[in-house]
């Protein structure tokens, strides 16, 4: 992704952005250095997911924002336990990983613990059709599933 990203930084001409491989429980930014700070659906993969919006909390200038997406329903779970059952029907159906960030108001009590004080939440409805398919069939077969099969 770092690459894919500075490619694009480089073909674009945009002198101001930087792409680098940090660690988000400890990043190397001092405090109040930015005005926005995302992360994207990851937050359920760390290893201490309080640590990492404690992180952006502190590298945010005041007034700064944060973007924390997540699922809120891993829609392809049926998916996955259909063919499941029928190739290992005895097995436990494969769980969502970190399934508690999808639940109500998880994410909003997590971010707060990391000192944020303004929380708000917005639910989108997102569907995948036509080349998106690919992409989430790659996903599928990929590592996450790799503890079914």
């Known amino acids: ?42 937050i359920t993969t760390y290893n201490s997911p309080l640590k990492c919006p404690q992180e952006m909390y502190r590298t945010l200038k005041p007034g700064g924002r944060a973007v924390i997406t997540i699922w809120k329903r891993f829609g392809i779970t049926n998916m996955i336990h259909a063919p499941q059952r029928l190739v290992r029907e005895d097995s436990e159906p494969m769980r969502v990983p970190k399934s508690e960030f999808m639940q109500e108001g998880c994410l909003r009590n997590l971010v707060k613990q990391a000192g944020f004080e303004k929380v708000s939440a917005e639910a989108q409805s997102i569907l995948c059709e036509g080349a998106e398919i690919d992409g989430l069939r790659d996903f599928m077969l990929g590592v996450f599933t790799r503890s079914v099969r």
């Not at 500075?6 to 988000?24: F, P």
């Open 1 to 42: 992704m770092i690459n894919a990203l500075n490619h694009r930084v480089n073909t674009l001409g945009w002198r101001q952005v930087k792409a680098s491989l940090i660690d988000s429980h400890d990043l190397t930014f001092h405090d109040n250095t930015f005005t926005t700070a995302m992360s994207s659906i990851n």
